[in-house]
Structure formats: C-alpha cells, structure tokens
Nanobody, 122 residues
Framework: QVQLVESGGGLVQAGGSLRLSCAAS????????MGWYRQGPGKQRERVAR???????NYADSVKGRFTISRDNAKNTVYLQMNSLKPEDTGVYIC????????????????RGQGTLVTVSS
C-alpha cells in the first residue's frame, strides 16, 4: 500500500506565497511521476503541475511563471512552490503519484492524497 500525505496549505493574501509538500510512504520501488491537481469551488479538477523521475516538468498555463514543482527522490517527496498567488488559485490541492511497488510491472500503482486547502484572499 502506498499513501500520500500533503501539507503546507493555508490562508494567504493575494500576492503571497505558499509551499506545499507531499510525501509518499509504503512499499515503493520507484515513482515515475508526481504531481498536483486542484479543485476550486465550482470548478472542474485541474492538473496544476507534474514532474517525472528525470526532473522534466509540465505546468498548466494558468500557473506558468508563478508555480514551481520539484521533488526529492530520496525522500519520495514532491513540492509545489506557489508565488504571486491569486484568488482564483483557491482550492483543494491534491497530490498524485504513479510508480511501482516492486520491480514487477504488475506492481504498478497510481494514488492520490486527501488534499490540502489553499485559500487566497483578495
């Protein structure tokens, strides 16, 4: 079983910054991709950013230039540095991870965390 635990959400004023963390635990052989989604009030779930095991990143257009995703492979942890936050960034931020529990291909997993709330006031 692989579990993800997010932290770092909270209330911040527009223009401020927050740093989210997501740590994976359990039986893990490798994690190929880690990333963040968000669910804003009355909005569809949106993928915010993702990073693969080689460090290649991808961002939603709405956060490019403001958010930075990074990971610490030794700690199985992914981070999301969010700067110049806007009220429209408000939502529950959910971490996800895809990888393998063992060297066997059948051990593939894809899991999501419970989410952490980010509220940006105007």
């Amino acid at each position: 079983q692989v579990q993800l635990v997010e932290s770092g959400g909270g209330l911040v004023q527009a223009g401020g910054s927050l740093r989210l963390s997501c740590a994976a635990s359990g039986t893990i052989f490798s994690i190929n991709v880690m990333g963040w989604y968000r669910q804003g009030p009355g909005k569809q779930r949106e993928r915010v950013a993702r990073i693969d095991s080689g460090g290649s990143t991808n961002y939603a257009d709405s956060v490019k230039g403001r958010f930075t995703i990074s990971r610490d492979n030794a700690k199985n942890t992914v981070y999301l540095q969010m700067n110049s936050l806007k009220p429209e960034d408000t939502g529950v931020y959910i971490c996800n991870a895809e990888g393998y529990r063992t060297y066997l291909s059948l051990s593939y997993f894809e899991v999501r965390g419970q989410g952490t709330l980010v509220t940006v006031s105007s």
